[in-house]
């Protein structure tokens, strides 16, 4: 039977005109660094539970750490540029991007936005070339969804805090040098009442450590660790002075969870892409899968969700290039991109018949990736209950 060429999926979504030079030409390169340094070894990083460090300094040279900050060595890039390219790094694997995205978003970002001058000079230009990488310290083992209720306090002493308690679930804690950690203290400022906190904990801090979690079957090539603080001494120094109340982190929550929405679609991409080309070659009952109308409309409704995740994505990020998203058009990003592109990864495995389960193909380690992906900033039900609160008025939490 010969079959004609598939249509690329970039043809449906057709934004590639709308897009800059420069845009392309970071979305090119970031594509070609996958494929060629990363793609070739994801399924035995997955495997071995190993995140690639070596690959950290061309992370870096290409821009992508603390890329949409401007300044202290950061790229500056716009927010479509910035989706673009973190999308090709999740075509590779979700755990390539939360790398990048806890570095950036979750780490760099409250440094540059509520940071002291200090602090930026001192640590974003090392964080920005990769030679300081962080971690971001907001959820504890009985306080995820509701960071609110977190129980590690602050206390001062002298010109110096003290710290104690325990985060969980924490990309890069194991090897990172810095950690921006939450904390409640009594606010003087407040009359006393309790608020939230950011400190920079240093790897040398006595009373920080950061054992690592073992046994994930998800997002294997990333390390997860947790943070214990046991009477931890920060500077003075190190406190993040413009970050007041759970705003502060909630704030690098938008800006992750923005890129989270674009890139979790390059996840879907890699499992559409590879499975198109599996059902036009299985042979099952004589013919290739892919001219069986029941695999048909699993691809086509892969494709279409694809597509219009990428359209959504496109118009918040020129909205966010204008300074005009809100967290509720996040929120809506990256519930609808990420439910759908765990989707899209089940319904390839399920194409995929057997062979599905085999590292050998992309779809199951995508799969199992995006569970964490789902869960983390933010789970489904959070985004869907923050939406829920903006068009009813009323608070389901
Ligand atoms: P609520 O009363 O709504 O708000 C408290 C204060 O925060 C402000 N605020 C925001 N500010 C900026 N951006 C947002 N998105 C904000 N949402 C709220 C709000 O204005 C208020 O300020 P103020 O000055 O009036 O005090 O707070 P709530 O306690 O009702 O909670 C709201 C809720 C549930 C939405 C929030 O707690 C939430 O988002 N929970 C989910 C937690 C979460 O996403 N954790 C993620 C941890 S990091 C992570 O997962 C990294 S994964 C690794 C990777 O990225 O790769
Ligand atoms: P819970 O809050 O216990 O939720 C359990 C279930 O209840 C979920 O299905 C949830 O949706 C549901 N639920 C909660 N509240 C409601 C409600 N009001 N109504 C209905 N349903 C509700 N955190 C960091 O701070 N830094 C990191 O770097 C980081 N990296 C992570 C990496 C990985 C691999 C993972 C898995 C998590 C990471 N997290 C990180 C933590 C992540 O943000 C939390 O797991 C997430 O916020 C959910 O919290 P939880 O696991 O405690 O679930």
């Given at each position: 039977m010969s079959l004609a060429e598939p249509m690329p999926l970039e043809a449906l979504a057709a934004i590639e005109h709308l897009l800059t030079d420069e845009e392309r030409m970071i979305r090119d390169s970031v594509r070609r660094f996958v494929r060629e340094k990363f793609l070739p070894r994801a399924a035995r990083l997955f495997e071995e539970e190993e995140f690639p460090m070596d690959l950290i300094p061309q992370i870096a040279e290409m821009g992508l750490l603390g890329a949409s900050l401007?300044?202290?060595?950061?790229?500056?890039?716009?927010?479509?540029?910035?989706?673009?390219?973190?999308?090709?790094?999740?075509?590779?694997?979700?755990?390539?991007?939360?790398?990048?995205?806890?570095?950036?978003?979750?780490?760099?970002?409250?440094?540059?936005r509520f940071g002291s001058e200090e602090q930026k000079e001192?640590?974003?230009?090392?964080m920005a070339r990769g030679e300081l990488i962080g971690c971001f310290g907001l959820t504890e083992p009985d306080a995820g969804s509701d960071p609110g209720a977190m129980k590690t306090y602050a206390q001062r002493d002298g010109n110096e805090w003290v710290l104690n308690g325990?985060?969980?679930?924490i990309t890069n804690a194991p090897f990172a040098h810095l950690a921006v950690v939450w904390a409640k203290v009594k606010d003087k400022e407040l009359g006393g009442a309790e608020s939230i906190r950011g400190f920079i904990v240093e790897r040398d801090a006595k009373g920080f450590e950061t054992p690592t979690v073992h046994g994930k079957m998800s997002l294997r090539a990333s390390t997860t660790g947790e943070i214990v603080l046991t009477d931890c001494r920060v500077p003075d120094a190190n406190v993040l002075p413009k970050a007041k109340g759970l705003g502060g982190p909630l704030s690098c929550l938008n800006q992750a969870r923005f890129g989270i929405a674009w890139a979790a679609l390059g996840?879907?991409?890699?499992?559409?892409?590879s499975t198109v080309q599996y059902a036009r070659t299985r042979i099952v009952f004589g013919k290739p899968i892919a001219s069986k109308q029941l695999i048909q409309a699993q691809?086509?409704?892969?494709?279409?969700?694809?597509?219009?995740?990428?359209?959504?994505?496109?118009h918040f990020a020129r909205l966010k290039e204008q300074d005009k998203i809100t967290p509720q058009q996040v929120s809506l990003a990256k519930k609808n991109n990420v439910g759908w592109a765990l989707q899209v990864a089940r319904m390839a495995r399920g194409i995929l018949g057997g062979n599905g389960i085999l590292l050998e193909y992309p779809a199951i380690r995508h799969m199992l990736n995006l569970e964490s992906v789902y869960t983390y900033e933010g789970t489904n039900e959070v985004h869907t209950l923050i939406l829920g609160r903006a068009l009813t008025g009323c608070d389901a939490f």
């Open positions: 401007e300044g202290y060595g950061c790229a500056g890039m716009g927010a479509v540029a910035y989706g673009l390219a973190l999308q090709e790094l999740e075509y590779g694997d979700s755990g390539l991007r939360s790398f990048a995205s806890v570095q950036g978003s979750l780490c760099m970002y409250p440094i540059h001192r640590l974003l230009p090392k325990s985060k969980m679930w996840a879907a991409k890699a499992c559409y892409e691809l086509v409704e892969m494709a279409s969700e694809i597509v219009k995740g990428e359209i959504l994505s496109y």
